[in-house]
T-cell receptor, first 115, second 112 residues
């Protein structure tokens, strides 16, 4: 497989559930990102990992917990979510951070619905 | 604060015609990068074109070109000879100083 893959593509969960989103990149990149995409709002950057180290956490609630075991995999662990957390969650990767090689390649996203 | 503004929520263009999508940004960074991304309905977001701020020459990729006005902090995307497959949401993005900002997007409709 090539590019950036995300699983599952669709997820419906109750507010008391615990679930995880998975992202995998096959591009040999060193930086990975989680974004939240809601209708009529700009993409919201949630977390950034560079060489497996978290470099950004944009005031994301603790009910979202990222994990980056290696440069190719990124997880987003979810627990006790709220209905307003329903959105498309996008994963992206880039070769490097903050340089001319920082163009990001996106996965297809996970459509999350919290009931 | 650094921001990216796309003032056109929706645009339409006749097939084979040319359309320009606007984007302005605000930053205090001197070194940064600008991108246009395309997100077709229910499909993956893909990079259309990118521009390094230090380059004066406008980037071009086949039918896609930009008009980069650094002093005005403007970064518009021109799509020539529009095709039905160009219908999508288009996002302008700014990356500078390890900060990433996207605009709210412009929904482009291509009329056959």
């Amino acid at each position: 497989e090539t590019g950036v893959t995300q699983t599952p593509r669709h997820l419906v969960m109750g507010m008391t559930n615990k679930k995880s989103l998975k992202c995998e990149q096959h591009l040999g990149h060193n930086a990975m990102y989680w974004y939240k995409q809601s209708a009529k709002k700009p993409l919201e950057l949630m977390f950034v990992y560079n060489f497996k180290e978290q470099t950004e956490n944009n005031s994301v609630p603790s009910r979202f917990s990222p994990e980056c075991p290696n440069s190719s995999h990124l997880f987003l662990h979810l627990h006790t979510l709220q209905p307003e957390d329903s959105a498309l969650y996008l994963c992206a990767s880039s070769q490097l951070l903050g340089t001319s090689d920082s163009e990001q390649y996106f996965g297809p996203g996970t459509r999350l619905t919290v009931t | 604060a650094q921001t990216v503004t796309q003032s056109q929520p929706e645009m339409s263009v006749q097939e084979a015609e040319t359309v320009t999508l606007s984007c302005t940004y605000d930053t205090s960074e001197s070194d940064y990068y600008l991108f246009w991304y395309k997100q077709p309905p229910s499909r993956q977001m893909i990079l259309v074109i990118r521009q390094e701020a230090y380059k004066q020459q406008n980037a071009t990729e086949n039918r896609f070109s930009v008009n980069f006005q650094k002093a005005a902090k403007s970064f518009s995307l021109k799509i020539s000879d529009s095709q039905l497959g160009d219908a999508a949401m288009y996002f302008c993005a700014f990356i500078g100083g390890n900060q990433f900002y996207f605009g709210t997007g412009t929904s482009l409709t291509v009329i056959p």
